[in-house]
Structures are given as structure tokens and as C-alpha cells.
């Protein structure tokens, strides 16, 4: 079974950054779309990145120009640099491929707060 285990979150103030990581537990980078998503506190879980097995990449709008989704395939891992963090973006994050077709992982918490 697959396990996709995300870390990096953290409390940070508004204007920081932080860097996300999600590794998976076997070869699933290669062929298929990955994305992160995320779940605010009340509101259903979003897809905010996603990065295609060509590499291309496409945002929510409400990360757009502050969120950059990478990846490195050889480490089964997928990256979410977020910068100009804002406190809407608390949540718990996530990834899993785009559809999804994983077992969620446990997520990381990011808290942004002053």
C-alpha cells in the first residue's frame, strides 16, 4: 500500500515561508499527476498544486505567484515552497496523486499566525 507522508508544517507569521515535503513510499512520481491539497479548519479539502508527469504545473488561484509545486523523482518526492503566507492559508496539507487515488497520509499542519 502506499503511504504518503507530507511534513514541514509549522506556525509561521503572516509574510513567511515554509517548505512542504511529501514522500512516497514507492515509484508513483513518474506517472501521474501529483498534487497538494489542503483542508482549512471548517471547509472541505482543496486542491491547491499540481505538478503532471511532463512537469507541468497549475495553481488555485488563491496561491498563484506565492505557491511553487516541484518535485524530484528519483527521491519519490514532491516539494510545495509557500511564500507571502497569509492566515487563510492555515491548514492541514496533503498529497496524494490527482484524482485522488491514494489512502490520505496524515498531513502537516501549517499555522499562519501573528
Known amino acids: 500500500q502506499v503511504q504518503l507522508v507530507a511534513s514541514g508544517g509549522a506556525l509561521v507569521r503572516p509574510g513567511g515561508s515554509l517548505r512542504l515535503s511529501c514522500a512516497a513510499s514507492?515509484?508513483?512520481?513518474?506517472?501521474?499527476?501529483m498534487g497538494w491539497y489542503r483542508q482549512c479548519p471548517g471547509k472541505e479539502r482543496e486542491l491547491v498544486a499540481e505538478i503532471s508527469s511532463l512537469g507541468i504545473r497549475n495553481y488555485a488561484d488563491s496561491v498563484k505567484d506565492r505557491f511553487t509545486i516541484s518535485r524530484v523523482i528519483a527521491r519519490n518526492t514532491v516539494y510545495l515552497q509557500m511564500n507571502s503566507l497569509k492566515p487563510e492559508d492555515t491548514a492541514v496539507y496533503y498529497c496524494n496523486t490527482v484524482g485522488p487515488g491514494y489512502p490520505w497520509g496524515q498531513g502537516t499542519q501549517v499555522t499562519v499566525s501573528s
Open positions: 514507492i515509484d508513483i512520481l513518474r506517472r501521474n499527476t
